[in-house]
């Protein structure tokens, strides 16, 4: 069996539970505003996060 490549591109789920915050409505209307993408956002977040998270430990 062949070990599987990472790739360049990302799907997420939304929980159910999490459906009624409304990320991805939000991130569209955010988006909008500082004439960033979706996916822009999203990056940015997460590397926002794995920085945080990182230096935690």
């Given at each position: ?10 799907s997420i789920y939304i929980p159910q ?9 939000r991130l569209i ?29």
């Amino acid at each position: 069996m062949t070990r599987k490549e990472l790739t360049d591109k990302l799907s997420i789920y939304i929980p159910q539970g999490k459906i009624a915050k409304q990320p991805v409505e939000r991130l569209i209307n955010l988006g909008k505003k500082k004439d960033r993408s979706v996916n822009y956002l999203v990056v940015e977040a997460i590397i926002e996060y794995l920085d945080k998270e990182e230096t935690r430990n």
